[in-house]
């Protein structure tokens, strides 16, 4: 198994930044991808973005295109830099471990496809 720990929310006002971090530990660390999720308060949680680790490819919900970026680093640790934030950003953001090798959006985006899962940070954007 996998452990996923995030870090790095927080309250920032509208068209502020912040970066989110996540490590990966466990010796079943696969290192397939990575992605981020999100879910605000009454909402269904929703795809934001993934890397691949080795090529370092990504993929973006159209919601957070041109905004928001992944990263990672040569270890275990997968970022999230969030610019140009709004209101509807606010959401507590997961990182998660893809189970087996897959690519493209639609692969990315399928909560399914993942077996580890973070315990979620708080970002709240205020207006």
């Known amino acids: 198994q996998v452990q996923l720990v995030e870090s790095g929310g927080g309250l920032v006002q509208a068209g502020g930044s912040l970066r989110l971090s996540c490590t990966a530990s466990g010796r079943s660390f696969n290192k397939n991808a990575m992605a981020w999720f999100r879910q605000a308060p009454g909402k269904e949680r929703e795809f934001v973005g993934a890397?691949?680790?080795?090529?370092?490819?990504t993929a973006y919900a159209d919601a957070v295109k041109g905004r928001f970026t992944i990263s990672r680093d040569i270890k275990n640790t997968v970022y999230l830099q969030m610019n140009s934030l709004k209101p509807e950003d606010t959401a507590v953001y997961y990182c998660?471990?893809?189970?087996?090798?897959?690519?493209?959006?639609?692969?990315?985006?399928?909560?399914?496809?993942?077996?580890?899962w973070g315990q979620g940070t708080q970002v709240t954007v205020s207006s």
């Open positions: 998660a471990a893809l189970r087996n090798y897959c690519s493209g959006y639609g692969c990315y985006a399928t909560q399914g496809n993942y077996d580890s």
């Open positions: 890397i691949t680790w080795y090529s370092g490819s």
